[in-house]
């Protein structure tokens, strides 16, 4: 096995952190990330349409594959004199890696790069993929697009150029998760409700329909729709939904507005898909109140068009899909038994607090899915966002271990 030291990958990582890459944007970070993969010697490298980079060490008996994954682009820095050390200038002082994208994720994927890394030469039995992706922080329409290509090239429909590899047998992300493993997430929902009247001039009420005059009916209706959502996961907890915003159309402060809109943020526990999240809140939106004569109601996803740094561009609706991998998965106790051996303690097993591309992997397509990385996450999207170096090289240095354990447990199922 090649032997790479840990801060060979923290110079990989203070090189990231140095290339601003927002959603959209990742381009020289994809490039970046790409070169490494071949100076590192991975023996298949590629760019996909929409802008994922992909190294591949392939394995030697055409057992299922295990993936690691990290995700290129970063959250905006706001205020950058806010900032304790600068946000791209990847400083190390006081046992931490500052700047934005030091945890969440240039750290985290620096090092899967470089324990991946570690096998070339001494392959796995199955591939070894390492698919850094675009887009996670806006919905994650990079893993959505590599997951469907896998699907297309395991059911040997591939479109040439897609995809260099099939579903894998497991996946690892590297999203924070402070040294334990996570096993899973709520999903999001962003929902928008118009309430459509007739909008007037406001010096003449009695010609319009202001939409606001529902609200009162509207607001405790979404509550009640909270209410209903009683399902409690033992792990991830329950289904939340609350209004987080409100907006009229037009603007004008002198008009009354023909429309009066409200946008719910819905945490989905993973039975709830996509397809069902609208039609179930629109089913009991009509049955919680009669709307007013001469007002009207529509009930859909929030849509934000998304271009990639590649060209791409798509209307995305704004659903993050949950998952939840059983904490008796055997991948998932693998992982625990390779950090126990490698710790001295036990990792808890436990959900992120947030979404990750999991949701992609996992919730929609089935495939185990784990978390394991350094990184605390009250850090992530802050003006303080650091990585500490210690924990960061344990989970570096246990890493190998934990690729190899996780492939021997999907290489056993396959027999």
């Not at 008996?61 to 950058?80: E, F, K």
């Not at 995809?163 to 493993?181: L, M, Q």
């Not at 999001?188 to 606001?212: F, M, Q």
């Not at 959900?351 to 495939?367: E, L, Q, S, Y």
Request: charged share 20%; hydrophobic share 40%; proline share 7%.
């Amino acid at each position: 096995m090649t032997a790479f030291r840990f801060e060979e990958a923290l110079a990989f990582a203070q090189d990231l952190i140095r290339i601003p890459g927002a959603p959209g944007r990742e381009g020289d970070v994809g490039a970046r990330v790409a070169s490494e993969f071949q100076r590192l010697g991975f023996d298949d490298v590629y760019t996909d349409d929409v802008g994922n980079v992909v190294g591949i060490i392939k394995g030697t008996h055409g057992a299922p594959s295990v993936m690691l994954s990290s995700h290129m682009d970063v959250v905006d820095v706001g205020d950058t004199a806010t900032w304790e050390y600068p946000p791209y200038d990847a400083v190390i002082a006081d046992g931490f890696l500052h700047g934005r994208g030091a945890m969440d994720i240039k750290g985290p994927l620096a090092i899967q790069t470089y324990a991946a890394a570690q096998f070339v030469g001494r392959p796995l039995e199955g591939d070894l993929i390492v698919a850094h992706t675009i887009m996670e922080e806006r919905g994650g329409w990079g893993m959505e697009h590599l997951m469907n290509a896998c699907e297309e090239a395991s059911t040997r429909v591939s479109k040439p150029g897609l995809t260099h590899f099939a579903k894998p047998g497991a996946v690892i992300i590297g999203e924070a998760t402070n040294g334990d493993i996570c096993v899973g997430h709520r999903g999001r929902a962003e929902i928008i409700i118009d309430v459509i009247g007739l909008a007037g001039h406001a010096s003449a009420p009695e010609r319009a329909r202001n939409p606001l005059d529902v609200l009162p009916l509207l607001l405790p209706a979404l509550q009640s729709f909270a209410d209903t959502l009683t399902n409690v996961d033992p792990l991830l907890g329950r289904s939340t939904a609350v209004p987080t915003a409100i907006e009229t159309l037009p603007r004008s402060r002198n008009v009354i507005p023909d429309i009066a809109r409200v946008v719910l943020d819905w945490r989905v526990l993973p039975d709830v898909t996509a397809d069902h999240a609208v039609g179930m809140l629109r089913r009991h939106l009509e049955s919680a109140f009669a709307m007013p004569d001469g007002f009207t109601i529509d009930v859909r996803y929030s849509v934000e068009p998304q271009t990639t740094y590649t060209g791409r561009h798509r209307d995305r609706r704004m659903f993050t899909p949950g998952f939840l991998l059983d904490p008796t998965h055997a991948v998932a106790l693998a992982a625990v038994s390779v950090v126990t051996d490698a710790t001295g303690s036990a990792p808890t097993v436990r959900p992120w607090t947030f979404a990750t591309d999991g949701g992609h992997t996992c919730g929609v397509h089935g495939i185990p899915t784990i978390g394991y990385a350094p990184g605390e996450e009250r850090f992530a999207h802050t003006n303080r966002e650091r990585l500490e170096l210690k924990q960061a090289e344990q989970v570096y240095n246990t890493y190998p271990a934990l690729i190899a354990a996780v492939s021997a447990v999907i290489g056993a199922g396959r027999q």
